[in-house]
Nanobody, 128 residues
Framework: QVQLVESGGGLVQAGGSLRVSCAASGLTFSSYVVGWFRQAPGKEREFVAAIRWSSSGTYYSDSVKGRFTISRDNAKNTVYLQMNSLKPEDTAVYYC?????????????????????WGQGTQVTVSS
């Protein structure tokens, strides 16, 4: 079955950087669109970034654009989220997600209900 396993979370000071990774198994990773969402305590899960199967398109929420970079290594079945200039408001559990559909509308990527597979999440805490 499909498994997504996040790693790399931790505690970092504001202004610092962190890279989280997501290792996928049980799927033809190179043909899946993959993404990241996050959820802070008491808040809804929110879209962070997504990348199409061939890295031909990347998408970001306005809150992370210019600070975060999503990338993928299809040979390693892994997707990364490089997070720079971190802020306390970036504190959340970060979830990896994947889906086999290549949506013609990128708007779907922003909707957590569209995605088919989810990891268990990794905690990122940014101290002020």
């Amino acid at each position: 079955q499909v498994q997504l396993v996040e790693s790399g979370g931790g505690l970092v000071q504001a202004g610092g950087s962190l890279r989280v990774s997501c290792a996928a198994s049980g799927l033809t990773f190179s043909s899946y669109v993959v993404g990241w969402f996050r959820q802070a305590p008491g808040k809804e899960r929110e879209f962070v970034a997504a990348i199409r199967w061939s890295s031909s398109g990347t998408y970001y929420s306005d809150s992370v654009k210019g600070r975060f970079t999503i990338s993928r290594d299809n040979a390693k079945n892994t997707v990364y989220l490089q997070m720079n200039s971190l802020k306390p408001e970036d504190t959340a559990v970060y979830y990896c997600t994947a889906d086999a559909r290549q949506s013609t509308s990128a708007l779907n990527y922003y909707n957590s209900e569209w995605w088919g597979y989810w990891g268990q999440g990794t905690q990122v805490t940014v101290s002020s």
